[in-house]
């Protein structure tokens, strides 16, 4: 089955939903989503939105935040885009009815979180700032998009000039090829090949692998963020326990009420995360439980709703006012190299939000900057389709005749337990050493067959391409540098200052610039 449409967008969280209802008052617009349209990190996300409001905060000291937290591994002029035109993106939002929370005198309520120096976290229905924005989005659609879930993307449709024009996806109904002027990768992150997680189990990174497989830019996959508190019952992650409960007062205790981070950083409980991650993982790792307590928050239910019933679904008594928590994955600064225009290294594909590698996070991404990166590339995006308009002309599908029998896939299970082993907080050389000679090469990865797979087949071969991605590029760069510790190089390294680690066509390349070559094909050529 053919479907034609103007603009493709493969996702639903808020950098696909913003990106669509910009679009969909000039194109036509069709949306594809692995589940429903509801679960995205997006819709779950309960911090805020990090934004200039005040008349004390500016931009240039939420600049600094965002490059200190990350480690200056950034692309500094698109993290100037981010927080300048994501502050007017918010403002407009606010002006359009977008119902953050606010003070008795109707100022917006700003919250604090990790490593920021101001208050300036905007948050809606107290913790539910994501599901209210996915809704208020959801909201302004009209007949012009068109949202097809539980279809899975699984291969990107080059024409012969080497441009993206489409994707074959595959549902209850079979497969489906949709060909569009434009594509757009909105399919969030990888957290869910790791055993602890805060992301659904459907975050496995697909969108990366799509690219990689088509052959783009794919840099920074050595960096997977890990948040320090996730509900922890039962041995298991059972989601995810906000920043902002610790920017309200919280603190991290051992059994015994003892507070963890103090001596081991100034900010305290409001360090950056790999900071507390890496403090609460010591803790763990001696054989000593961790918690949050919150007996210094007054009415805790109705300032985190969700983070409550999250706790009485688990068994969690909030009359003791601790917090059983752990670290787990939770976001990946890495992904598909793209400008502040959603544009990668083939024409006519584009990559927003959290599947996108811009260089905005740096090593370790500042809280609540996720969210303002969707709705601000998004636009941005959104802007120049817009501008360039429906020009394609070339449908014409290049086979690549790809052959090649899947190479041996450990289970879904088995990959998570490695990987949570191999490239954890804390990482050593020897683990991540026998894990890459394990997995599958990058070029046997690269040229499978797929079109025989059914779903769960699919997203084990995804799973495995963007594993072995992340620790090619964890083994190669031989230091500490933001959301992880390598034990044999606990301190950053001069030489790996400003230096990327960039997959493309099967090879790995360390680069001084994440832009550093031009496009050879198409009209996009503005960065690469």
């Known amino acids: 089955m053919d479907v034609m449409t103007d603009v493709l967008i493969i996702g639903s969280g808020i950098a696909a939903l913003q990106t669509a209802r910009l679009l969909e008052g000039h194109f036509q617009v069709q949306i594809v989503t692995k589940c429903s349209v509801k679960m995205s990190s997006s819709y779950r996300a309960q911090g805020g939105i990090a934004t200039v409001t005040s008349q004390e905060d500016h931009p240039k000291f939420h600049i600094a935040d965002t490059l200190t937290a990350g480690e200056y591994h950034h692309e500094k002029r698109n993290v ?68 097809n879930c539980y279809e899975m993307a699984y291969e990107l449709l080059l024409n012969k000039a080497g441009a993206c024009v489409g994707v074959l996806t595959k549902g209850a109904h079979g497969t489906k090829r949709y060909l569009a002027h434009h594509v757009i990768l909105a399919t969030g992150g990888a957290g869910a090949i790791y055993t602890s997680t805060s992301n659904f189990a459907t975050n496995t990174g697909d969108g990366i692998a799509l690219a990689y497989r088509a052959g783009a830019a794919i840099s920074d996959m050595e960096f997977m963020q890990f948040h320090p508190s996730l509900l922890w019952c039962g041995g298991q992650a059972k989601g995810l326990v906000s920043e902002a409960v610790r920017g309200a007062g919280g603190r991290f205790v051992d ?58 679904d688990n068994n969690v008594n909030l009359q003791d006012q601790l917090i059983p928590v752990a670290p787990g994955s939770h976001f990946l600064m890495g992904g598909v190299v793209a400008d ?123 799973m495995h391409t963007v594993a072995t991605l992340m620790a090619h590029a964890a083994i190669t760069r031989t230091e500490t540098r933001g959301a992880h510790i390598r034990i044999d190089k606990p301190q950053n390294e001069n030489q790996w200052v400003n230096r990327w680690i960039i997959f493309q066509q099967g090879q790995m390349k360390v680069r001084n610039s994440l832009y550093e070559c031009h496009q050879t094909r198409g009209n996009a050529k503005a960065i690469f």
């Not at 009420?257 to 001696?286: C, S, W, Y």
């Not at 990668?344 to 939000?353: C, D, E, K, R, V």
């Not at 490695?418 to 394990?438: C, E, K, T, W, Y």
């Open 80 to 147: 100037e885009i981010l927080i300048k035109n994501g502050t007017e993106v918010m403002r407009d939002l606010l002006n359009e009815g977008f119902p953050v929370d606010r003070q008795v005198d109707g100022a917006p309520a700003l919250g604090l979180e990790g490593a920021h120096s101001y208050h300036r976290i905007l948050h809606a229905g107290g913790d539910r700032t994501g599901q209210v924005m996915i809704d208020f989005l959801l909201n302004q659609l009209t007949s012009n998009t068109v949202v």
């Open 340 to 462: 502040d225009k959603g544009r990668t290294s083939i024409p006519n594909l584009y990559a927003i939000g959290e599947v996108a590698c811009t260089g905005v996070h740096g090593a370790n991404r500042l809280a609540s900057n996720s969210l303002l990166e969707g709705i601000t590339f998004g636009q941005r995006t959104a802007q120049y389709i817009i501008h360039t308009g429906c020009k394609q002309n070339n449908f014409l599908i290049d086979d690549k005749h790809q052959q090649q029998t899947m190479p041996l896939l450990f289970t879904k299970k088995q990959l998570q337990h490695m990987i949570s082993h191999a490239l954890g907080i804390v990482r050593n050389p020897i683990d991540m050493q026998h894990f890459v000679q394990q997995l599958p090469s990058m070029q046997e990865l690269l040229h499978v067959r797929l079109d025989g797979l059914n779903q769960q087949e699919l997203e084990l071969y995804m």
């Open 255 to 312: 059994a015994l009420r003892q507070p963890i981070m103090k001596g081991i950083h100034e900010q305290l409980d409001l360090a950056p995360r790999h900071v507390t991650a890496h403090a609460l993982f010591n803790k763990r790792a001696a054989g000593q439980e961790t918690f949050i307590d919150i007996s210094n928050i007054e009415h805790f239910e109705k300032k985190f709703p969700t983070i409550a019933v999250l706790c009485y």
